[in-house]
């Protein structure tokens, strides 16, 4: 007996529960890489305000900033002044690799950053002391642990705020002169928060008198439901809008409505 269950099992079907362990696996790698990921806010156990802190802070900036935005941040030819832009604003920049800008084009590209965070967060100290600006988020906002209803919400905002530029699926679009709004799939909580309380190039500062910081919680919550389930409406087609969309309908509507006609036709003969 023992011998012919074994055999069954053999002969390639799988145990009832394989299917259900492996959707558990798949879910625990995603979840555990999902809450990875979520930590990586840099919303330190470092004093901003501590004169240490800050006196860092300035050698670095002398060494790798001030040639282009001046001794005392006060600006140059090559790069704007950085008085009251905020900790915020310098975590955003120097930790998504943006600054220091590697040439002159029409925006900083996203690379990896060349500092380390104790070092990202000294020179935001340094810059925050100069005069007052946007801080660094709070890490409850950051969470995105929304309800259902408050990625409702988010999605709503999302529309109405975010989508002429980066796409209603958050896949990115082209501005003009050669600027572009990127895609928000992947990028980390912490600098989706200061985007928004910054507004980097030609995107608008959204203060918290427009989007509440719970609001841009909710924001938060909803890009990292759609970056784990992309395809709401449906299959993404590359997720480039309407002429993919067209395109679909066009080679495989049309193509299934001739089959059938040429299918009809041919029953009736
Ligand atoms: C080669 C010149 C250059 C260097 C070096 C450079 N920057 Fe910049 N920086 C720019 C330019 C130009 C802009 C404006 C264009 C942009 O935002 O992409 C800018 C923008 C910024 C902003 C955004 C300002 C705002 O209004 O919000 C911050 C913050 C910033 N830089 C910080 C730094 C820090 C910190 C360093 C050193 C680690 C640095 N930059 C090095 C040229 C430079
Ligand atoms: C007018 C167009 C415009 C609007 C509206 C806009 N953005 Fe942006 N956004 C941009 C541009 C341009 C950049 C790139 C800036 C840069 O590279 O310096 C950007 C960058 C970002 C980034 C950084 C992405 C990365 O790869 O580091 C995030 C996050 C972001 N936007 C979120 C938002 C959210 C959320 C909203 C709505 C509340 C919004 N944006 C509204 C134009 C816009």
Partial sequence: MARAKKNVRKSGRRHPLATA??????????????AGFSQTSATAEIDLEAPATIEAGEKLFGANCATCHGAAAQGTPDGPTLIGVGAASVDFQVSTGRMPLAFQGPQGMVKPTQFTDEQTLQMAAYVASLAPGPGLPESQYLQADSDDEGIARGGDLFRINCAMCHNVSAAGGALTQGKFAPKLGGV????????MVTGPQNMPVFSDANISPQEKADIISYLKYIEEKPAIGGVALGSIGPVAEGLFIWVIGLGAIIGLTVWVTAKSN
Avoid: M, R, S
């Fill in 21 to 34: 362990a492996l959707i558990a696996v798949g879910l625990l790698v995603t979840g555990g890489a999902y």
């Fill in 188 to 195: 980390a909580p912490n600098h989706i928060y200061e985007a």
